[in-house]
């Protein structure tokens, strides 16, 4: 019989829970393996779906632990992927094979979590602890709220790979920084650290490292307390580019197909 999924669960990969009027999840390492399982990332889709039926639930929060998100995980996620060993050097391009392997598993399940953010009713807020790669920092923009570890490290290191940016980053960075100064970035990479996100707006506040989950949590609890008909309202009059996200994850999905023509 399967097990009845709850608001509290837990597993290799995640971790589930409720504080007051904020439902909270924490990724696991190693994270990209977890999103690209289908079991794994359809229980935490449906995750948020239970969350979204909560009306006394104002924010999901989510979190990672130090070290999931960053260059270490994203290689060894690659390198198995593609079974072959990348050095850390700048010239590691990926082959179309290559490509069509690693955007196949990254690109729908990650789509997926985006969209789930985005047409949750409430309000959405990330934790970003430590370095956070490509994929998951543009994910995170698609969140009403972003904080920050002190030591947070924006990794953009899809252009060591030759890999387009996904996590919806040339959708969502544009928006915030202006087309001229995004565009470097997609193109060229480079890394971003707390500070200068701040400076950017790319994110809200920074957070001390020492007690990080759970300052995360209280100024979710805080956010949290303005009720949810005015969450829901305000967000709702405040989010006004849906339908052009929407667009932009199907032209990106159309990618993995035409990888996959290419190594025909």
Not at 32 to 54: A, G, K, M, P
Not at 70 to 78: H, I, L, P, R
Not at 164 to 182: D, N, V
Not at 228 to 240: A, C, D, F, P, S
Request: hydrophobic share 40%; with cysteine.
């Amino acid at each position: 019989m399967k097990e009845k999924l709850t608001i509290e669960f837990e597993n290799n990969s995640f971790k589930g829970w409720r504080d007051e009027s904020v439902a909270i999840v924490k990724i696991k390492c190693n994270a990209f393996y977890s999103l690209v399982d289908i079991d794994t990332s359809r229980q935490v889709l449906n995750w948020f779906d239970l969350v979204s039926e909560q009306e006394d639930i104002n924010v999901i929060l989510i979190l990672n632990e130090k070290g999931c998100l960053g260059n270490t995980a994203y290689e060894v996620f690659v390198t198995e992927l593609t079974g072959k060993e990348f050095s850390k050097e700048p010239t590691d391009l990926l082959s179309e094979n290559d490509l069509m392997q690693v955007r196949s598993k990254e690109i729908n399940i990650l789509n997926s979590f985006i969209r789930a953010i985005v047409n949750y009713r409430k309000l959405s807020v990330f934790g970003l602890n430590g370095t956070i790669v490509t994929p998951f920092f543009g994910a995170s923009l698609a969140s009403n709220f972003r904080f920050a570890s002190e030591d947070l490290m924006i990794s953009l290191a899809h252009v060591k790979y030759g890999i387009h940016a996904s996590g919806a980053l040339p959708f969502f960075l544009p928006k915030y920084i202006g087309t001229g100064k995004a565009t470097e970035y997609v193109f060229e990479g480079g890394k971003i650290s707390a500070k200068e996100a701040v400076q950017m707006g790319l994110i809200n506040k920074i957070i001390s490292s020492q007690n990080f989950d759970e300052d995360c949590i209280k100024y979710s609890k805080f956010l949290a307390s303005n009720g949810g008909t005015y969450i829901r309202w305000t967000k709702h009059l405040l989010v006004r580019d849906r339908e052009e996200l929407i667009n932009y994850l199907h032209e990106e999905e159309k990618y993995v197909d035409q990888y996959k023509e290419l190594t025909v």
